[in-house]
């Protein structure tokens, strides 16, 4: 019975997500639409499976929650720093920086997270990752201090990605 369930719904998570994703993106709200989002949630990671053979097994759903919180508070307060850098520095003043940050993390799909979280934050950018994941290359707009930068990195957000997906 949990073989067929697991062969059914390979990704649970990810199949809630697509049909309230479906359901929410309907003018109108109704029970067909929600079927038709839940026969979407099981096909769509059902035929995807194949390409996530190891997905994370050690996932924590609710971490992840107060995570996303934390990095939308981040994205306002850096489009408001980067919005002040642009109207108060001049180019002369601003000090961009390449910023190499060591990994800790060796999941895919976390690497992947930090390295969107990154660049979706104003002001900073991941632009490349080491051929082995061992670090990712990050551009910063304005750092004065790159050492602060990638303390900052692997202090508020990967440590925390660390502890979602033990």
Same mark, same amino acid.
């Not at 990671?45 to 995570?67: C, E, H």
């Not at 969107?116 to 082995?132: C, F, H, Q, R």
């Given at each position: 019975?949990?073989?067929? %369930? ?5 990704? $649970?998570?990810?199949? %809630? &997500?697509?049909?309230? #994703?479906?359901?929410? @993106?309907?003018?109108?709200?109704? !029970? ?9 949630? &099981?096909? &769509?990671?059902? #035929? ?7 997905? $994370?097994?050690?996932?924590? !759903? ?14 306002? @307060? ?13 180019? !002369? ?8 940050? $060591?990994?800790? %993390? ?7 997270? @930090? ?21 990712? %290359? #990050? ?6 201090? $790159? ?5 900052? &990195? ?6 925390? @990605? ?5």
């Amino acid at each position: 019975m949990m073989r067929a %369930l697991n062969w059914l719904f390979p990704h $649970p998570l990810l199949t %809630l &997500i697509l049909t309230i #994703v479906w359901t929410m @993106l309907q003018n109108d709200v109704s !029970a067909g639409m929600v079927v038709f989002g839940i026969i979407l949630g &099981i096909i &769509i990671p059902r #035929v995807t499976a194949v390409w996530w053979p190891d997905r $994370p097994q050690g996932f924590r !759903a609710g971490k992840m929650l107060s995570y996303s919180l934390i990095v939308v508070w981040d994205i306002i @307060l850096a489009n408001i720093h980067v919005a002040w850098i642009i109207l108060t520095k001049s180019n !002369a003043q601003m000090k961009p920086a390449w910023v190499e940050v $060591p990994l800790d %993390l060796r999941e895919p799909e976390a690497i992947t997270i @930090l390295a969107g979280t990154i660049t979706l934050t104003p002001g900073t950018v991941s632009a490349d990752l080491s051929n082995e994941g061992r670090s990712l %290359l #990050v551009h910063a707009l304005d750092a004065p201090d $790159p050492d602060a930068v990638r303390d900052e &990195i692997k202090e508020r957000y990967e440590r925390r @990605l660390k502890e979602i997906f033990q």
